[in-house]
């Protein structure tokens, strides 16, 4: 016996078992399944342009606009302050440079090995 066989006798079994429901019993499983028919999900044919609107609608819908707010209000300040402490770096560097090219130091001190460390130490004074 396949399986379309066995569907077909356990649909007449179901079938016959049904005269023998009590009025009462056969009234609550039609509410039941008026109630499971109403909240069953209507598919809706749609083009392929209209399909990539749903998936950001559909993806989207179940967060907060305040979620979504604070998200980018959080990775704008991120952004804003990597810009802000890089240029403040490259404004310390431009500051040392400067003092250096303006400076009279022989050539010989710019590649004396302990200079590095006196420029690190002058400049956290």
Do not use: C
């Amino acid at each position: 016996m396949n399986e379309i066989q066995f569907a077909h006798k356990v649909r007449q079994h179901l079938n016959r078992s049904l005269r023998d429901l009590r009025p009462e019993t056969m009234s609550r499983l039609a509410a039941a399944r008026q109630r499971a028919l109403s909240s069953q999900k209507v598919s809706v044919n749609q083009s392929v342009l209209a399909s990539a609107g749903g998936f950001f609608q559909y993806h989207f819908e179940n967060y907060r606009l305040r979620q979504i707010v604070a998200s980018l209000a959080l990775v704008a300040g991120l952004v804003l302050s990597t810009f802000w402490l890089a240029d403040q770096r490259v404004k310390e560097l431009g500051a040392i440079d400067s003092a250096l090219l303006t400076s009279e130091l022989p050539l010989g001190a710019f590649t004396d090995k302990g200079f590095d460390t006196w420029l690190k130490r002058a400049s956290s004074n």
